[in-house]
């Protein structure tokens, strides 16, 4: 891995908003705030620093997202349009109710489905069978982006500005499959390991957390002391790194597990690392054990944060309880975060 720049662009006159590639991985395309589309080759002796072609949108472009199979690009902002590479017209605009969309993504199983995120705080799922949308979910906060789950074709898990994140079934929006904690501030960016079992999150807490697909909690949180609001996230393919960009304009790299060894081991040191892993397994309901696993150290504007979230929680829990202990009995019900961070579901 290098840590130095091996090839410079000068793609855009103004802010480049996204990028995607194809699975081809022969080329990739950029989008900017001057509503241009780029094509570029990865080959620098093919065309230098000249796109390979580009195309002019009608409205302003904020992201983009390249079909799995076929040579199809979506893009948003204020307007979802549908796009074949080689031509210079969109197939397809989508109706819309919204002002601007923020993210859009492709289902890497069901390849036809796409998910956007809006500013009225919505996610829509779209097809590109089809000139109007499938589903639509209103959330209590904005969505700042989705990542659909590569092993689950129907799940996709969403970053929300409330602090979490929420793991939804695309065929029924009503109710989150799963609400994910710990984070102190708004989620930015979410994405999932290649095996489907994990996912991470970057937040403006300034802290990146990893969590089991089916977990309330994280079970990792990475930090550093220089690093700043977190802006976006990759799990890279071979699921041993990720990869984040935050706000003092650095990229890291990680261990997508902290204790792991990389580079090539010896059999007996893979054996004994399979023992210990077994011990971990076989005792993990003892207190020790199970503390040692669970304890994270957190910087100390996270330990702070916590408390007074906590604080903050406890608080409506407690006003709800003396709501309903004297309020006439099932005219305020109990809710869960679940419930509560949705409005309505549209059809």
């Known amino acids: 891995m290098k840590k130095s ?32 589309i780029k094509r570029w080759s990865l080959s620098e002796d093919d065309s230098g620093d000249q796109p390979l072609n580009s195309i002019v949108a009608k409205t302003n472009i ?27 017209s969109p197939l397809k605009t989508y109706k819309s109710n919204f002002d601007t969309s923020y993210r859009v993504k492709f289902n890497p199983i069901e390849v036809n489905i796409f998910a956007s995120t809006a500013n009225d705080r919505s996610i829509t799922l779209f097809d590109t069978r089809q000139n109007e949308h499938l589903r639509k979910v209103i959330l209590a906060m ?21 602090h979490n994140l929420y793991t939804f079934d695309m065929r029924n929006l009503s109710e989150p499959l799963k609400a994910h904690l710990d984070h102190i501030g708004a989620v930015i960016d979410v994405d999932y390991s290649p095996t489907g079992k994990e996912f991470v999150s970057g937040s403006y807490d300034k802290t990146l957390r990893i969590f089991k697909e089916d977990s309330i909690h994280s079970r990792e949180i990475y930090y550093t002391k220089r690093m700043q609001r977190l802006t976006s996230v990759i799990w890279t393919s071979d699921a041993k790194y990720i990869l984040c960009g935050s706000d003092e304009m650095d990229i890291r790299a990680w261990k997508a597990n902290a204790s792991e060894k990389l580079g090539p081991k010896a059999l007996r040191e893979e054996l ?57 009995p099932g005219t305020v019900p109990v809710t869960s975060v679940k419930t509560r961070a949705i409005v309505k579901e549209l059809e």
């Open 5 to 36: 720049c091996v090839r410079t662009i000068q793609a855009h006159s103004g802010a480049v908003c996204d990028l995607c590639m194809p699975n081809h991985g022969g080329y990739f395309f950029s989008c900017g705030d001057t509503n241009v």
């Open 62 to 88: 904020v992201g983009m997202d390249h079909h799995r199979k076929k040579s199809i690009l979506v893009t948003c902002g204020e307007a979802v349009d549908l796009w074949d590479e080689s031509r210079p």
């Open 142 to 162: 904005r969505t700042n982006n989705v990542a659909w789950n590569p092993m689950e074709g129907y799940h996709f898990t969403a970053a929300n500005e409330d």
């Open 272 to 328: 004994n690392f399979r023992y210990q892993e077994k011990l971990k397994e076989t005792f993990a309901n003892h207190p020790e054990i199970k503390r040692i696993a669970r304890h994270r150290h957190v910087p100390k504007h996270v330990y702070h944060g916590k408390k007074e979230k906590d604080a903050m929680v406890n608080a409506i829990k407690r006003k709800e309880a003396n709501r309903r202990a004297h309020s006439k």
